[in-house]
């Protein structure tokens, strides 16, 4: 039998996700251990969006966050984090929404990544009309082509941080979610080539006295070989998914010392629509449309099937087993990709023990809280 399985299950309305905070617990200190510590380790909240696990990283001594929204980093600060990088270039209202939410939370360190020159100025104007000062760390493309920009550009705009008011230089930034390779020598090989620049940049700005404090790193796919350069200290490791884990990453990476799939979806069939179809209420709504269909969810403890229809509220498969499964039974399903699954819940059950003891909220699925 599965770790997930619920005593309690024929209380639980469904589609569910339920969260298992002892296995949670043990994978943040799995990681933390990997890293060589709580200050190497800059974890990113994107995969939770729950102040009651950002608690649980804080009891482990994990005090500096990394986040994609402003509803992240208010939910962030409120949870007791102090130090938190919103890793997403700050445009048009989000500028003044992260100076007030500095104004808001005083205690707390805010800094974003820019890869473009207007956008530091932008800031820079808010930041000083409030009287109010944001890190700022440039942020490097390293292959994605998604955001960032070059090694080059990026030492110009550090360069130009130190001049302006309001922006303090924080560091670098650098994702590389693209070095995702199942190989631990092809992942190495890739990463060591993608951060060698950036190491090469940061020493040149020191000289130059311009000091670099950090360089923020890599996601989930790069953590192991980032958490094993022991010898760089001032690298922040910002794997996300850890805290949850999932299907999706599941055993594709064996370097990832013992951390597990911490969340579970629990669903019932609702119809038997053919001799060889099962329907369950988990739909779209409940589990990321990511990726194909094929592979967006592991369900447990079922026999050989093949899913052929995944829509808003239902998700069909075809087995020649159908005959055993009736409408109301239960089924526990992994999701592939944790992080957008989660934001289709405004709570998360817990459960200790086999049995449900609350709920936990998703309190920064929105993209806005209060500023």
């Known amino acids: 039998m599965h770790p997930y399985h619920l005593l309690d299950v024929a209380s639980v309305f469904t589609p569910a996700l339920v969260f298992f905070p002892a296995m949670i617990r043990r994978n943040i200190r799995e990681v933390v251990a990997m890293a060589g510590g709580p200050h190497r380790l800059r974890p990113h909240a994107k995969t939770h969006k729950c102040p009651d696990i950002v608690k649980m990283q804080l009891a482990e001594g994990v005090t500096k966050h990394k986040c994609a929204t402003i509803a992240e ?5 409120a949870a007791g984090a102090t130090d938190v990088l919103i890793a997403y270039p700050m445009v048009g209202p989000n500028v003044k929404r992260v100076v007030a939410l500095a104004k808001l939370f005083p205690k707390v360190k805010f800094s974003v990544v820019a890869d473009h020159s207007a956008a530091v100025k932008h800031l820079s104007e808010a930041a000083t009309a409030a009287i109010a000062v944001i890190g700022v760390l440039p942020d490097i493309n390293g292959g ?32 590389d979610g693209h070095n ?15 951060v060698t620049p950036v190491l090469e940049l940061r020493d040149r700005l020191n000289a130059a006295g311009f000091p670099v404090p950090r360089i923020v790193v890599g996601g989930t796919p790069g953590f192991p070989v980032y958490a094993a350069m022991q010898d760089v200290p001032d690298l922040e490791c910002s794997p996300g998914t850890y805290a949850l884990h999932d299907a999706g990453y599941g055993g594709k990476y064996p370097d990832f010392g013992q951390v597990q799939p911490a969340a579970v979806l629990v669903t019932r069939v609702v119809s038997r629509p053919t001799p060889t179809r099962v329907t369950f209420d988990l739909g779209t709504k409940a589990v990321a449309a990511d990726p194909p269909m094929a592979k967006r969810i592991t369900l447990l403890d079922f026999p050989p099937h093949t899913p052929v229809g995944h829509n808003e509220e239902h998700y069909v498969v075809e087995t020649p087993h159908a005959d055993r499964f009736a409408p109301g ?26 049995r449900i003891t609350g709920a936990w909220p998703i309190t920064a699925r929105d993209r806005r809280l209060t500023v």
Do not use: Q
């Not at 190989?183 to 060591?192: H, L």
């Open 73 to 77: 980093a208010e939910m962030l600060a």
């Open 180 to 194: 995702n390779m199942e190989s631990r020598a092809d992942r190495e090989a890739a990463v060591w080539a993608t």
């Open 329 to 354: 039974d239960v089924a526990y399903a992994l999701p592939a990709h944790i992080c957008p699954t989660v934001a289709l819940h405004r709570e998360a059950l817990t459960a200790v023990d086999g």
């Open 144 to 175: 994605m082509d998604r955001t960032g920009t070059t090694v080059a550009a990026a030492g110009e705009l550090y360069r130009l941080i130190f001049s302006l008011p309001g922006v303090a230089p924080d560091g670098l930034h650098l994702y």
